[in-house]
């Protein structure tokens, strides 16, 4: 479990109301566990954003209608 500085700077950044986090990590499901941790704690929706599933709340199926990446046939 990660130190609680760590859980604290992320819950500061989910209550100063920013807009976006962006995180560039290896580890995409240790950082989504924490970041789903920090959510929880303070009660507020976690959302994730991918190219090809687009912007999805992480608590519920599929994503939130025309987020997702469009392909055409050329």
């Not at 950044?13 to 560039?24: A, E, T, V």
């Not at 976690?46 to 912007?55: D, E, N, S, V």
Request: with cysteine; glycine share 6%; aromatic share 8%.
């Amino acid at each position: 479990m990660p130190t609680n500085d760590v859980l604290r700077d992320l819950q500061l950044l989910f209550q100063s109301r920013y807009g976006l986090l962006h995180i560039d990590t290896e580890e995409e499901g240790r950082a989504l566990s924490l970041l789903q941790h920090v959510a929880d704690r303070i009660s507020v929706p976690l959302f994730t954003w991918t190219r090809i599933k687009g912007i999805s709340r992480v608590d519920l199926e599929g994503s939130i209608f025309e987020t997702c990446l469009l392909y055409t046939s050329d």
